[in-house]
């Protein structure tokens, strides 16, 4: 996670940097575009939790992309993008999942222990309605950037850790399509990253102590967007 992280905000100084280098040019472009590249961190809360399961560890979201700026009006500062991306999730628990020969079984374990994770990694797919106050020559601007989002998770896992060591297991109950709705808005560098999962985690029917799983997520975080 540390790894991440760090290599998270190289990322983001690097790209900073060369769009502080851009304004300096005195060339104008009339045409030009924005915010094409994206990268962003965030937390994980879990929604519609059954009872007895608490949200446990640092539930996160990372995630980096790039999204085709499309303005239609004039001045650009109104518009539309379509993007794809990659990001990773983590959802931490109370909950055990454990694989048998009769499937996946979630319970809460009566021992001590380090961390349960259920984790994702995703290619997604965004789509904006983009609102800001841009021009030619001005870098540093307002934006309200509202959409929604559709996951595709390619890797799908549980993993539980104890004193014992750890067990992790491709878990085919996550959903292989996620989807949701986000809004991004600030000014500048640093915005605000919002999101609400439509569906849940897991796949209709799974269940914990004979109650429906329906765990989704809402996301907040900080979302960067570069050149």
Known sequence: MKKSVLAFF?????????????EDETYIDTNYLEDQFYAGLAYNGILNRPDGVIQRNLSYNLQLGFIKDIPVNEKRNFGFALGVGYATNSYYTNIQATSNENGITYDIPTVSF?????????IEFPIEIRWRTSNAIDYKFWRIYAG???????????????????????????RQWNYGLMLNFGYNTFNIHLYYELNPILKDGVSFNSQENNMNVFRVGLIFYIL
């Open 10 to 22: 190289c990322f983001v100084s690097f790209f900073s940097f060369a769009q502080d280098f851009d």
């Open 114 to 122: 380090d961390r349960s994770k259920l984790g994702t990694h995703a």
């Open 148 to 174: 929604g989002k559709i996951n595709y998770n390619f890797a799908r896992t549980s993993k539980f850790v104890n004193e014992n060591g750890s067990d992790s297991f491709t878990n085919d109950d996550i």
